[in-house]
C-alpha cells in the first residue's frame, strides 16, 4: 500500500490551481498553442495559469497513474463503490480531473474480475486504463459534453466484448453503455463534480454490466456519504446531489 494519506484534503490538490506556481487556473473558451511545462510537447490547451504554465494530459498525474493502476490490480474487492471511494480518498487525487476518471474505468475492472463470472486479465485492466487516459482530458466534459468517466467505462466494456471499428454488436453495445452514462451524468451536471460522475458513471455500469454481459455486481452502499463536499472549488451542488449530507460540511 502506498503512502497517501487516504482522508486528508490538502487544499493546493484542488486542481484549479497552478501545479507549478500557485496562481488560479484559467480556462479559456477558444483552445491556444501552449508549451507543457515539464516536457516542452507543445499542442493546443484550453486551460493554464496567467503565467503562462501549462501541463499536458501525459505529464499530469504520472506518478498517480502507477499507484492507481497498481492498486486496482492488487485489490481482491468485488464491490467497485468501495474500491473508487478508497481511491478518490488518496490526498494525491485531486477534487477534479480525469484521474477520477481512471478510477472508474479501474474500479469497475477490479469488480468484475473479482466476482469472477467471467474472466478478466490485468492485461485487459490496464488496456482499459491506458484506453481511458487517452480520451479522459481534463476540463473537456464542458468543452465537448463527454465527461472522461464516459470514455472510461466504454473501454471496459470495450475490452471485455473486444469491440473495434469492424466489429458488429461489440461495438453498438459499447456505444450504448457509453450513451447511457453520459445521459445519467448529465441529470447530476450543475456544475460538473468528478466525485458524483464517478458514483453515478458506476451506477450505471453495473445495469449495463447485468444487461449485455449477466453478471450481478455490488450495488451502491445506500448510506454513502460523501466526504469531498468542501473540497469543490466551483462549489458543491450540496442538496441536488444524492451524496451530500449535511453532516459532510461540519
Ligand atoms: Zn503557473
Ligand atoms: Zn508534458
Not at 503562462?52 to 468485488?78: F, N, V, W
Not at 488518496?90 to 474505468?105: D, H, Q, R, S, T
Not at 469488480?111 to 491506458?130: H, P, R, W, Y
Not at 472510461?152 to 450504448?176: H, P, Q, W, Y
Request: glycine share 8%.
Amino acid at each position: 500500500m502506498p503512502d497517501n494519506g487516504a482522508g486528508q484534503h490538502p487544499k493546493e490538490n484542488n486542481n484549479v490551481d497552478c501545479q507549478v506556481c500557485g496562481q488560479k487556473l484559467e480556462y479559456f473558451s477558444i483552445g491556444k498553442k501552449l508549451a507543457c511545462y515539464h516536457c516542452g510537447k507543445k499542442e493546443i490547451g484550453n486551460i493554464s495559469c496567467p503565467n503562462g504554465h501549462y501541463i499536458c494530459d501525459e505529464c499530469h498525474g504520472k506518478d498517480l497513474y502507477d499507484t492507481i493502476r497498481d492498486y486496482i490490480i492488487t485489490t481482491p474487492s468485488q464491490n467497485s463503490f468501495e474500491v473508487a471511494e478508497i481511491l478518490m480518498g488518496y490526498n494525491k487525487v485531486p477534487m477534479l480531473g480525469c484521474e477520477n476518471a481512471w478510477i472508474a474505468a479501474g474500479a469497475f475492472m477490479a469488480s468484475l474480475k473479482n466476482q469472477g463470472s467471467i474472466t478478466v486479465t490485468n492485461n485487459q485492466i490496464c488496456e482499459a486504463l491506458n484506453r481511458t487516459r487517452k480520451q479522459a482530458i481534463g476540463g473537456y466534459c464542458g468543452l465537448t459534453g463527454v465527461c472522461g468517466i464516459a470514455p472510461a467505462m466504454g473501454a471496459c466494456f470495450s475490452v471485455i466484448l473486444g469491440a473495434a471499428c469492424n466489429k458488429d454488436r461489440e461495438t453498438a453495445t459499447t456505444m450504448k453503455v457509453v450513451g447511457k452514462i453520459v445521459n445519467a451524468i448529465s441529470n447530476q451536471t450543475g456544475p460538473c463534480c468528478c466525485k458524483n460522475f464517478v458514483r453515478t458513471a458506476l451506477s450505471e455500469a453495473i445495469k449495463s454490466a447485468k444487461e449485455y454481459l449477466n453478471v450481478t455486481l455490488p450495488s451502491p452502499d445506500k448510506t454513502l456519504i460523501c466526504s469531498h463536499s468542501i473540497r469543490h472549488p466551483h462549489g458543491c451542488r450540496k442538496s441536488k446531489c444524492p451524496y451530500f449530507k449535511m453532516v459532510a460540511t461540519l
